[in-house]
């Protein structure tokens, strides 16, 4: 059985951030300690979901959502 990979875009960043602003998120990307993205689609890039829950807890921890991670 294959392992399945969670990824996340930046609608998915954005909503998990409460709602942010798109120029928001792609600020927040661009940051030289923010995950690198997994790869870029033509419809944007995506990232490893754990790699930005990591990023949020360790830099928004108010944001921690305890219940994100069964998800």
């Given at each position: 059985m294959a392992k399945s990979i969670?990824?996340?875009?930046?609608?998915?960043?954005?909503?998990?951030?409460?709602?942010?602003?798109r120029q928001?998120?792609?600020?927040l990307t661009r940051r030289a300690d923010f995950p690198a993205p997994v790869a870029d689609l033509r419809q944007g890039k995506v990232?490893?979901?754990?790699?930005?829950?990591?990023?949020?807890a360790a830099r928004r921890p108010h944001q921690v959502d305890?219940?994100?991670?069964?998800?």
């Open positions: 969670r990824l996340m875009g930046s609608h998915e960043i954005r909503v998990r951030l409460g709602g942010i602003s928001r998120v792609y600020q990232w490893h979901f754990d790699d930005v829950e990591s990023w949020i305890l219940d994100e991670g069964e998800a």
